[in-house]
């Protein structure tokens, strides 16, 4: 299945923010945190490690989105909701961050989106046929224990039940 053009979107959005929270954390780390001594200094500790950290975070969320991780659609899922509540206790924060967190789970709850992930039914997508004839021995499925349907035209092994191919 291909990947969904807002998925990139998103991931794009990730990096982007990624940098800008990486670049804040450094910066603030370099005139609040270093010079000085004292509560102060240990805030502003505190805060740009949180900022670091949440950057690298967003780097790796776009890219689990790029290669299309399971995970990564659950850690954008959380990382837009722990953006929304942010805002809402940062006074003067962006307005316009707090709609697009909003369509970016609005958009991932999208039935091809939750596909393209593995988290829901495909939707208007269908599996491929079940093979005519096949020489494979059969396996099963490491997910559900269900038995496995090799497909010859992709060389793969797929499973009815979970609506995925097996790794």
């Not at 954390?25 to 270093?34: D, E, M, P």
């Not at 949440?54 to 837009?80: D, Q, Y």
């Not at 939707?123 to 093979?131: A, N």
């Amino acid at each position: 299945m291909e990947r969904p053009t807002g998925v990139t979107i998103i991931a794009a959005l990730g990096i982007l923010g990624g940098t800008v929270l990486v670049i804040l954390g450094i910066l603030s780390l370099a005139v609040f945190g270093l010079p000085s001594e004292g509560l102060f200094a240990a805030f502003a500790i505190f805060f740009s490690t949180f900022y670091i950290l949440l950057g690298l975070t967003e780097f790796i969320a776009s890219w689990g989105l790029l290669v299309g991780k399971g995970w990564a659609w659950t850690l954008n899922l959380v990382l837009a909701a722990l953006s929304i509540v942010l805002v809402l206790f940062f006074p003067g924060s962006s307005f316009w961050t707090i709609i697009i967190n909003a369509i970016i789970i609005y958009y991932l709850f999208r039935p091809n989106v939750k596909a393209f992930f593995g988290k829901g039914p495909a939707g208007s997508y269908q599996p491929p046929p079940p093979p005519t004839t096949t020489t494979q021995k059969t396996a099963t499925c490491p997910r559900c224990g269900q038995q496995l349907t090799y497909i010859e035209q992709y060389k793969r092994w797929y499973c009815y039940n979970c609506q995925q191919y097996s790794s």
